[in-house]
């Protein structure tokens, strides 16, 4: 079937097998928004991604079966498509939580309940972030093979949120740079290299188990079975690359273009072998591996996004950079080895933002109903 599940123990759009799509969504919730109007609308964004993902209409009434003098449910958009293997993943930024140390700074009364490990991200070395790209009180990352299918399940969440959330920021994402599953062939970045050769896979139980969800002895307790996203938006210079030669491109990387293979040798999922001295220390690959890194592994699930052309003529593309983790601070750990890295001198970041990502739901439950 082209449909996946909505509900189950963990939200899906994580270990799912990456779609070629991606609508992604920061919220800011109005400044009058209350506790009630915050759990009334992550309900009724729950019942409206559960139809959603099921490739209906976001109400009963739909597009079409509603009083005709009245602006209709659902957009109309989607009417006659598949799901398209559509995922809708809802995410909560630490703003949500207390940000200050005033007693009106606790908007929503949740700054007992905040994860100690959610916070922004901490300033890297080269960064060049950009306050229209960064943060959000919530987000959605709506997944799916066909863009339409994704950018109709953002618009209606965002009609949805009328009078209590507002869009910050979204971004649009094709061309998936990863794989979540042995079955798919691993796809390309925009500097033409295989991406996601060596990521956490959606059906390897104990990697998820250890470096994705947050366990049973993990805290707080309503984020078990969640997750944290961290998210960079990624400018990337194409136009010096593609002038820079192919063994230096494969010398920034530390894989071959043609395979993706280490340049230690082998084929596309041969370890590295960091040893023989043909991977360079700085190179992209060496720094962000796990042995280098203590251990810490992502799941990458990002895409490359396109934003048409900028004042010089070049192309404002880039990627849009989205990891799964148990703890944020094994994002944090791989940016900072990535400070040396040879592709700092073609990629920028301009945006960052965190969100707590809570478990799934049984059916007719909601997301965040563990912490609200
Ligand atoms: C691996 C590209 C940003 C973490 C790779 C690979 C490529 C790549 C081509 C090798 C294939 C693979 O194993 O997937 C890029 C590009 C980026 C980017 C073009 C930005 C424009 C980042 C960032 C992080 C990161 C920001 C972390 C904060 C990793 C990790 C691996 C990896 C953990 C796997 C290392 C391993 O296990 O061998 N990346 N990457 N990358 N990248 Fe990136």
Same mark, same amino acid.
């Given at each position: 079937s082209e449909a996946h599940a909505f509900y189950g123990a963990h939200q899906a759009g994580? $270990?799912?097998?990456?779609?070629?799509h991606l609508h992604f969504a920061a919220y800011d919730l109005s400044p009058r928004a209350t506790r009630e109007d915050l759990v009334a609308l992550l309900q009724e964004w729950s019942y409206a991604a559960a139809r959603l993902t099921q490739? &209906? *209409?976001? /109400? =009963?009434?739909?597009?079409?079966?509603?009083?005709?003098?009245a602006p209709p449910d *659902?957009?109309?958009?989607?009417?006659? &498509?598949?799901? =398209?293997h559509l995922t809708i993943t809802i995410g909560l930024g @630490? /703003? &949500?939580?207390?940000?200050?140390? /005033? +007693?009106? @700074?606790d908007r929503f009364g949740l700054a007992a309940q905040?994860? $100690?490990?959610? =916070?922004?991200l901490p300033p890297f070395l080269g960064d060049a972030l950009q306050a229209e790209w960064s943060h959000g009180d919530l987000c959605i990352q709506a997944c799916a093979d066909d863009p339409q299918v994704a950018v109709h399940a953002v618009r209606n969440l965002s009609r949805t949120a009328f009078g209590r959330a507002s869009v910050r920021w979204s971004q649009m994402g094709f061309?998936?740079? @990863?794989?979540?599953?042995?079955a798919q062939a691993t796809p390309r970045n925009l500097f033409g290299f295989k991406d996601g050769t060596r990521n956490v896979l959606g059906t390897e139980e104990d990697r998820l188990a250890e470096h994705v969800w947050v366990g049973e002895? *993990?805290?707080? $307790?309503?984020?078990?079975?969640g997750s944290y996203l961290a998210v960079r938006k990624i400018e990337m210079q194409l136009e010096p690359w593609d002038r820079t030669s192919l063994a230096e491109q494969e010398r920034v990387l530390g894989?071959?273009? =043609?395979?993706? +293979?280490?340049l230690s040798g082998g084929t596309e999922f041969t370890e590295p072998d960091? +040893? +023989?001295?043909?991977? *360079?220390?700085?190179s992209h690959v060496a720094l962000a591996h796990p042995d280098h890194n203590g251990g810490a592994t992502l799941l990458r699930r990002g895409y490359n996004f396109v934003d048409g052309t900028n004042a010089l003529g070049r192309l404002d593309a880039g990627l849009f950079f989205l990891a799964y983790v148990r703890d944020l601070e094994q994002v944090i750990t791989v940016q900072r080895a990535l400070a040396?890295?040879?592709m700092n001198e073609y990629v920028r970041h301009i945006g960052s933002a965190t969100f707590a990502i809570p478990p799934g739901v049984a059916p007719g439950g909601w997301v965040g109903e563990t912490l609200l």
């Open positions: 994580i $270990a799912t097998p990456v779609q070629d490739g &209906l *209409d976001v /109400s =009963a009434t739909g597009a079409v079966g509603g009083n005709p003098a *659902d957009t109309g958009e989607a009417l006659g &498509l598949p799901p =398209a @630490s /703003s &949500l939580f207390s940000t200050g140390d /005033s +007693a009106d @700074s905040r994860p $100690a490990g959610l =916070a922004p061309g998936r740079t @990863s794989r979540t599953s042995a002895g *993990d805290e707080p $307790a309503w984020l078990r079975g894989r071959d273009k =043609a395979e993706g +293979a280490p960091f +040893a +023989a001295g043909a991977i *360079d220390v700085a040396t890295d040879l």
